[in-house]
């Protein structure tokens, strides 16, 4: 059964977009979950994420958003983003913790990332994501 994940969670990856995007700078290369599926299904069940990668959850909308950590094995950071690319805020995620965490305001996109990956680059809520396919 474990291996059929891992090629099936393999399938996945190669079959999905990725973007790369620029932030104060820095590179950030992010596998795309734009439609309900992907953005439902997340990182969930995977044992790593490379050193400059994440994923980018866009949606149709500004609206307040939450995320959780269900089924979801690596520690992360978060970040969400306004229609323009500007970051909202960044929260740092606990594996497994099915408390809420919370865009501080109307959010288009989140994008999530190794924890602390955006405190070790120097980046902060007001810095702009360049580079979205808003």
């Not at 290369?29 to 299904?41: F, H, K, P, T, V």
């Not at 990668?53 to 970040?79: C, H, N, Q, V, Y």
């Not at 909202?88 to 408390?99: A, G, Q, R, S």
Request: aromatic share 8%.
């Amino acid at each position: 059964m474990k291996i059929l994940l891992e090629r099936w969670q393999q399938f996945l990856k190669e079959d999905s977009t990725v973007v790369t995007v620029s932030i104060k700078g820095v590179p950030l290369e992010l596998e795309l979950a734009a439609d309900e599926q992907s953005r439902n299904d997340g990182l969930m069940f995977r044992d790593a994420l490379g050193e400059n990668a994440g994923m980018l959850f866009m949606f149709p909308d500004s609206d307040e958003r939450s995320f959780w950590m269900k089924d979801t094995d690596i520690p992360l950071s978060i970040a969400y983003l306004d229609e323009l690319g500007t970051i909202l805020n960044i929260e740092d995620m606990t594996p497994h913790d099915t408390t809420a965490t919370s865009s501080e305001g109307p959010a288009r996109c989140a994008i999530e990332t190794n924890k602390g990956w955006f405190e070790n680059n120097g980046i902060s809520a007001g810095d702009l994501v360049e580079g979205l396919p808003l």
